[in-house]
């Protein structure tokens, strides 16, 4: 039940909790009005919020820590409303240094860009004659490498030719000596010894386990012991193209030959 005697007293606020109550909401309104309009520093600001993944103004607000109002005076220039903490929470935020933020601001002067080194002409004389140089030992590493193709080629032409032919001739004669077919490799040995390339071991030759010389059969050769040389290797001067290939016993083949 209605308290009579305060019921005027309650009767009279009653207008007044309603106009603040629409007042109120009118600010708000207000507010976000203003959150939605466009300032003179919103370009740059969304255009870093995009980097930052802060998709509107409401999340560079709380990243910031700001209100509505100082996100307001921050997005139109009015820099005299905001607290320098506030200045350095919103450079944080955007992950700017702040002097970045004032610059963005118009606060202080951007940074000057480095002047560009004066060019001493002596020194870019000498610099374009040395990209000149590149060039000239490129192009003469390139010349150099296809001469030496085509004359590798040229010595081995013979056997490059020839081999091809072998497999047909064997099927025509399975019974074709293999000493027939051992002229070819002439242009192959000619080659090698151009490139002073020399063999390691020969077949079947008994030789003392080198593991620097020799690539075993078996993990548990010793070194000195006598191995068969099963495929001979390659060196070039002391340096070691392709061990040879040994093992501990000869093929069955070489057993037939004995």
Known sequence: MLDLPNAPLMLGLAPLALAIGLGGWYLYGLQDTAMAQSYPHDAWLKARMGERDLPTWQALQQAAGLSKTSLQNLRRGHCQRLRWEQFEQVAQALQWPL???LAQLDLIAAPAAPAPPETDPALEQLRQECLALRQD???QDAASTQA???QS???LQPLL???????RMVE???NLPARNLLPLFNALNNWLARWEISPI????QPVPFDPRLHQPDGADMEPEETVYVRFVGYRQGDQILARAKVSRTLPAAASQAS
């Open 148 to 150: 030496a193709t085509q």
């Open 137 to 139: 030992l490129a192009q």
């Open 99 to 101: 002097a970045t933020l």
């Open 161 to 167: 030719t020839q081999f091809p032919t072998v497999p």
């Open 153 to 155: 080629f040229f010595e």
């Open 172 to 174: 025509v004669q399975p």
């Open 201 to 204: 071991g020969e077949p079947w």
